[in-house]
């Protein structure tokens, strides 16, 4: 039987022919791992330098909060003296402001059709949410019509005087024997804006700029063993103030709701 000795010859002449390959791997070895240890230093210090900013720029924050708190308390104090000011001022000088909500309820009294009836009426802020208004009333006994309940507002300064919009919104709850009437009290809120300006008449420096209604719902009450069907509503109005000249109109604004009453509309020119 013949042996063949497959072994190559370098490895019969020097048996230790692998040192030289294993110390190149065990070098490059550890260049790799003293790079990766140096990397994942770095990052680590400089993870520890942003903490530290980040340390300070809180406390920092936190030394500031105390003065960032008086600093929006006497923007909120500056704020509230200018508008009370201000409201000073437009009453004061204005006896149409003064006597604002005392108008805006007697036109909306003058122009209310018969067979309509309110039950509610609020003065709102622009402002305010919309969802903390007052829900609609239950329709009231039909036997008797109750009065107009009016919450007189605290005084309340436009914008601005020349022809601005009011910063509030006149809501109106009621009800109505039909939409019929619904319908022509708004047409009638809103031909105020025919009315000519009158200096003796602070009613004719006022107008209804728009009449939305907001919630309309047919109700049936009970009475005598008949049933009667009414409808409840809810109707928003903004409000501006008149500029014009003075005009020798004196008495008008009563001829010009008559004639509404009478004809169903009315100007004044």
């Known amino acids: 039987m013949i042996k063949i000795n497959l072994t190559p010859v370098e490895e019969l002449e020097n048996p ?3 040192i030289p390959d294993l110390s190149v791997l065990l070098l490059v070895l550890a260049i790799s791992l003293g790079g990766v240890y140096i990397y994942v230093s770095s990052v680590e210090a400089e993870i520890a330098l942003q903490e530290a900013d980040k340390a300070r720029m809180a406390a920092e924050t936190q030394a500031l909060s105390a003065d960032v708190e008086r600093f929006n308390s006497l923007n909120q104090k500056i704020e509230q003296l200018e508008s009370k000011k201000f409201s000073l001022k437009r009453i004061t000088e204005s006896k149409l402001v ?4 005392i108008i805006l309820l007697e036109n909306i009294q003058n122009l209310k059709p018969s067979g309509v009836w309110l039950t509610a009426l609020a003065f709102i802020d622009k402002k305010a949410d919309p969802q903390a208004a007052p829900p609609p009333p239950p329709a009231p006994d039909p036997n008797q019509q109750p009065p107009a309940v009016a919450a007189v507002p605290k005084p309340i300064v436009p914008v601005d005087s020349q022809g601005a919009e009011y910063p509030f919104v006149i809501e109106i709850s009621g009800s109505a024997t039909s939409n019929v009437q619904i319908a022509e009290f708004m047409l009638a809120l809103k031909t105020t804006q025919n009315q000519a300006y009158e200096k003796s ?3 004719t420096q006022l107008f209804f700029s728009d009449v939305a ?3 309309s719902q047919v109700s049936t009450q009970k009475a005598d063993g008949k049933s009667t069907d009414y409808v409840n509503f809810k109707l928003q109005l ?3 103030e008149r500029s014009g000249r003075d005009t020798d109109n004196t008495g008008k604004f009563s001829q010009f709701i008559d004639d509404f009453r009478r004809n169903g509309q009315a100007s004044m020119n």
């Open 213 to 215: 209604i907001n919630f």
């Open 98 to 101: 003064r006597f604002l909500p």
């Open 238 to 240: 903004n409000s501006r």
């Open 16 to 18: 230790t022919w692998w």
């Open 201 to 203: 008449d602070l009613r």
